[in-house]
């Protein structure tokens, strides 16, 4: 090689070499602060792409698995509270049976009535008051069916459908009336005309007819219930889809895109020696020109 003033070829190659040293120094810097292997979308297009529409998928499944939690939480909601509307009316039909013994007189058929109309009563005010984030669930408003989006898509094979019929009025007449079927009982229009058979004046026997048409309403309740639990088995299998999936995608992601902190560290000690080799190196490149003066 031509030994010249102008141009130092040497120099120019150690240069070269000192910034792609510095470059992968850099990058390694930054991928062992980040995690990540790909920052940007120049180290890996292709990842970079499918680490995006992960990531989205991941966070919309996230929301997926609050959808159908919420869901769950409704209908634990809407079971609990006919488990309790089941307890009294299990306490109204054992006072119900205590009145049908014959041996109470007046006064005492009037006290099991007024603790059955409170029953009944309160069985009312439980149905009225059954709320989920603003959703009355015991007074038939709701009509059409609840959807659940538990997938990442707008296909039905992203959705739950909850049935309207999980929602009927649990209220005391219309429980009744729906049950019973018409003349069971003296009349259905309201408590009072359910409660009058029980003081002993009104009704020859009602306290034995209440017990046929309590059973057939604590009956309906239990399979107002078992539907409730086969809808939420759904859910809870629902759930259970969600976290598979979002484990999965997780693992794919980690694969794609986190960093191997070992394989890092390595290349940060080569490409620190390669910089501080080509850093010394320049300077004795760049001292190659005063060379030729001692030829003057």
């Not at 499944?61 to 959808?67: E, H, Q, S």
């Amino acid at each position: 090689m031509a030994l010249t003033i102008n141009t130092n070829i040497s120099s120019l190659i150690v240069q070269r070499n000192l910034v792609a040293a510095t470059n992968s120094l850099n990058k390694a810097i930054e991928r062992m602060t980040t995690g990540y292997k790909i920052n940007h979308a120049s180290d890996n297009a292709a990842g970079y792409s499918i680490a995006t529409k992960w990531k989205i998928q991941l966070s919309s499944l996230d929301v997926a698995a609050d959808n159908a939690a919420t869901g769950a939480d409704m209908l634990t909601t809407l079971e609990d509270t006919y488990s309790l509307i089941t307890s009294h009316f299990q306490r109204t039909r054992d006072l119900t049976e205590q009145a049908s013994n014959g041996t109470y007189g007046s006064d005492s058929l009037k006290a099991i009535k007024a603790e059955i109309t409170a029953r009944l009563e309160e069985i009312n005010r439980i149905a009225v008051n059954c709320e989920f984030n603003g959703l009355n669930l015991m007074n038939g408003e709701l009509k059409d069916n609840v959807s659940l989006q538990v997938g990442l898509y707008s296909d039905l094979n992203s959705r739950i459908s909850l049935d309207s019929a999980l929602f009927q009025a649990a209220d005391v007449v219309t429980l009744f009336t729906t049950y019973t079927g018409q003349g069971s009982v003296s009349s259905v229009d309201d408590i009072a005309s359910l409660c009058s058979g029980y003081d002993g004046t009104k009704i020859t026997g009602g306290q034995e007819i209440m017990l046929d048409e309590l059973d057939k309403v604590i009956d309906q309740i239990s399979q107002r219930s078992t539907t409730l639990g086969s809808a939420r088995n759904r859910i809870d299998s629902a759930i259970e889809s969600i976290d598979v999936q979002t484990e999965n995608l997780t693992s794919s992601l980690s694969t794609l895109r986190d960093a191997d902190i070992a394989q890092e560290s390595s290349n940060y000690i080569q490409a620190q020696i390669l910089q501080q080799a080509s850093a010394t190196l320049l300077a004795t490149a760049n001292q190659a020109p005063s060379i030729a003066l001692n030829l003057l």
